[in-house]
C-alpha cells in the first residue's frame, strides 16, 4: 500500500473513531439535570457572570468564588449561547473536548506507535469508563486534560523530531499557558517537572536552554495567561489570586478538603476502575514494561516518556491529602497509548499475551461485573431505597467478559477488543437510559426550581433553605444574580427576608423539620408545603415551602 494511500485509510479511520467517540460522549448528555455540587456551582456563576455582564471575576450566590479560573466559564458560555442555559449548552463544551482529545491522540500518536496503535489508543480513550463521567459534565477538568495532553506530547514531538521543533514547542507552551486559564498551576507545573526528570534521566538537560525556545515560550505563556489573572486580581484587590493559591492549591494539597480523602493507594484503585474495561490488561502492560526497561529511556524514548508522565502524575497526587478520581485523568492518556500499544505487539504476533494472562484479565472483568450486579441488587436499594436495583449496570462487563473469552479460544484478539469495546458501548447505553433518569427523579431541587419560576412568573420573589442546601435549587429557582440565603435562625431571618424583599419567600427544608419551622414562625405568616420528594444527596425527603405575609382586612 503506497503512503498516500494508507495516510487517506488512517484519516478516515480516524474521522470514524472521532465521530463515534463524540456520538458517544453526547449521547443524552444533555437530558440529565445538573449534578451537585461542581456542576451547578459551576453554571450559577455563569448565570451571575453573564447577568453583571462581568466575565472576568467568578461569583457565586453574590459571593466571589476562587475556586477555579476563567476559561471553563467562557466555554460554558459558548455552549449556552448556542444552545440555551441548561444541560446540553452547559456540557456540550466538555463533549467536544473528549472528542477533540480522542482525534488528537490518535494523530499525535501516530507518529510514534504506527497507525493501528494509535486508533486504538482513540478507541480505548472513547470507551474507557471515566471518559464517560468527566467529558458530561460542566467542569474544567477536560479543558485541563486536553491541554495537558497536548502540551505534552507536542513538547515529544519537539523533542525527538527536529523538524519543525520551534512549533512543537511553541505549541506545547501555549497548552500550558491554556491550561493554567483552565484549572491553574497545576498546568505548568506537573507538564514542567515531568519533561524535567525525563531530560535528567536522559542526561540531556541543557536541551532545555539550549534547544527548548524559552526565550520565546515564557512570553508566549504569559502573554495567554496573565492579561485575565491580573484583570481578576485588580478587580478583586487581589482577593481572588490570594484565595486562589492560597486555598485551592495549597490548601487542597495540604488538608483534606470537603471530606475528600484516601489512603496512599487510592489512585491505584480508581485508576483501574476509570480504565475499565481496557484496565484488566494493565498487568500484563506493566509487565512487558518492567522486563523492557533496561536501555528504554535511549532506545524506546516514546515508551520511557509515557510511563514517566503517567508514574509521576500518579505519584505528585498520591502524596496530596484532598483525593479525588478526576485529579490523575491526565495519566490516563499514556497509560492507554501504552495499553495500545501492547495490544498492537499482541495482534501483530511480536509480542503476543500468554493465554493464561488473557483468562485471568477476562475473568478479573467478569468479576467486576458480578460485583456491580451483587452492588446493584443489594447494596444500592438499601442505601437508596427509592431507587431499586440496578443490578443491571454489571451485565455488560459480564457478558462481555464471556463474550470475549469465547473469542479467546479461537485465538481471536480483535473479537475480544470488539467484545470488551461492545460492552463498555453497553454499560453507557445502561447509564444514560435507564441509571440516569431514575437518579434524576431523585433530585427534586429541579423540579422545585421548575414550579418556583412557573408560579411566579416575572413577579419578584427571594428564596432560602434551612438544615438543607445544594447549589442546584438556586441554579434551577434563581433568576439571573439572585442570591439563596442559608439559614440558622428562621424565626428572626424569614420576617426580616420578607420585609427587605418584594414577593414570597420559597424556602426549602427536611420535611422532619416542618413542624418546628411552624412553631417557631409567627402566626402572619401564611406557610403553603408545594411540594414534597426524597433527595438523593441527603438521603431524606424535602419539602418546598411558599412563605408570605397574611394579608389584613382593613
Sequence with gaps: MNSERRDRRFHFQALLVFLFAFWLLAFHTGDASLWDIDEPNNAQSLKEMIAHHNFVVPTFNGHLRPDKPILNYWLMDVGVRLLGMNSWGLRMGSVALGALLVLYLMLSLRT???DRPALLTGLFTATALHSQIIFRAAVPDPLLIFFVTV?????LH????SEHRRAHYLIAYAAMGFGTLAKGPIAFLLPGLIITVFL???RDLPHLWREGRLALGVPLFLIITLPWYLAVGIATHWA???????HQNIGRYTAAMQGHRGPPYYYLLTTFLGLLP???????TLAEGWRSRRGMLFERPVQSFLWLWAGLWIAFFSLGATKLPNYVWEAYPPLLALLAWRFHGALSGDRPFGRAGLLASLALLAVVGLALVGLGAWLVPQDIPPLGSVAYLGFPYLLGALLALVFVQGRKLWGVIGSLGAAAVGLTLCLTLLAMPALDALKPSVTMGYLVRHLEGSRPYSLATWRWWEPSFLFYAGRGAMTCAQLDAPRAQIPRLLAQNPGPLFLVTPQQDLSTLRQELPRTLRIQELYTAYELYSRQNISLLR???EKTQP
Excluded at 502540551?151 to 513538547?155: D, F, K, R, V
Excluded at 481572588?240 to 492560597?246: A, G, P, S, T, V
Excluded at 481496557?278 to 500484563?284: G, I, M, N, Y
Design 112 to 114: 510514534f506507535l504506527g
Design 151 to 155: 502540551s505534552l506530547l507536542s513538547w
Design 158 to 161: 519537539g523533542y525527538l523530531q
Design 200 to 202: 535528567l534521566l536522559r
Design 240 to 246: 481572588w489570586d490570594l484565595r486562589f493559591i492560597d
Design 278 to 284: 481496557w484496565s484488566v490488561f494493565l498487568p500484563q
Design 547 to 549: 412563605i408570605h405575609e
